[in-house]
T-cell receptor, first 113, second 116 residues
Framework: KAGVTQTPRYLIKTRGQQVTLSCSPI?????VSWYQQTPGQGLQFLFE???????NKGNFPGRFSGRQFSNSRSEMNVSTLELGDSALYLC????????????FGPGTRLTVT | GQQVMQIPQYQHVQEGEDFTTYCNSS?????IQWYKQRPGGHPVFLIQ?????EVKKQKRLTFQFGEAKKNSSLHITATQTTDVGTYFC????????????????FGQGTILTVHP
């Protein structure tokens, strides 16, 4: 069974631009969560989607948004990029419930200059 | 706010020594999960503990969940160079009325280096 895939793997953007990251979960997984990982803040929860509905949202500004499609694929968007948005963005999928283990993708390394 | 604290932040050991990382929550956890992230990699699920006082073993790794479901530990016996990486605990806060409910909250991680 294929793992979680994320595209693109690396991205360089300038301040003020927007970016869209994509995540394809493991086949059959319906829950997709997004995390931001930085050296200073560790792994921070962004949001979780299940059956195209956002179930939970972390403490991030409204510039961070996401969505999930009927095939469980998910995208996250960051508008008006700031230097502090430079991070590794990780997507994780799980079977059904939020209490199941998370399977992480390789991440998208975003650099904002 | 509600959070999960993990100590130590760094641990350097000689190969063959034991290693322990501790995880503490300010509130009861419905469950605790442990992940390992190799340098340059992504977190990989190791185990989940659900019951109060639960102890699980995976070869040289022993995981414990505290009686009050507020703390957990991971102990590695006789470390090997393949154990290098960052170990994260993560938990779902068991607070249906709280703002953190349903959000998997990660500890800061313990970075383990093993000297051969």
């Amino acid at each position: 069974k294929a793992g979680v895939t994320q595209t693109p793997r690396y991205l360089i953007k300038t301040r003020g631009q927007q970016v869209t990251l994509s995540c394809s979960p493991i086949s059959g997984h319906r829950s997709v969560s997004w995390y931001q990982q930085t050296p200073g803040q560790g792994l921070q929860f962004l949001f979780e989607y299940f059956s195209e509905t956002q179930r939970n949202k972390g403490n991030f500004p409204g510039r961070f948004s996401g969505r999930q499609f009927s095939n469980s694929r998910s995208e996250m968007n960051v508008s008006t990029l700031e230097l502090g948005d430079s991070a590794l963005y990780l997507c994780a999928s799980s079977w059904v419930s939020r209490t199941y283990e998370q399977y992480f993708g390789p991440g998208t390394r975003l650099t904002v200059t | 706010g509600q959070q999960v604290m993990q100590i130590p932040q760094y641990q350097h050991v000689q190969e063959g020594e034991d290693f322990t990382t501790y995880c503490n929550s300010s509130t009861t956890l419905s469950n605790i999960q442990w992940y390992k992230q190799r340098p340059g990699g992504h977190p990989v699920f190791l185990i989940q503990l659900v019951k109060s006082g639960e102890v699980k073993k995976q070869k040289r790794l022993t995981f414990q969940f505290g009686e009050a479901k507020k703390n957990s530990s991971l102990h590695i016996t006789a470390t090997q160079t393949t154990d290098v990486g960052t170990y994260f605990c993560a938990g779902y806060l068991d607070n249906a009325g709280g703002t953190s409910y349903g959000k998997l909250t990660f500890g800061q991680g313990t970075i383990l280096t093993v000297h051969p």
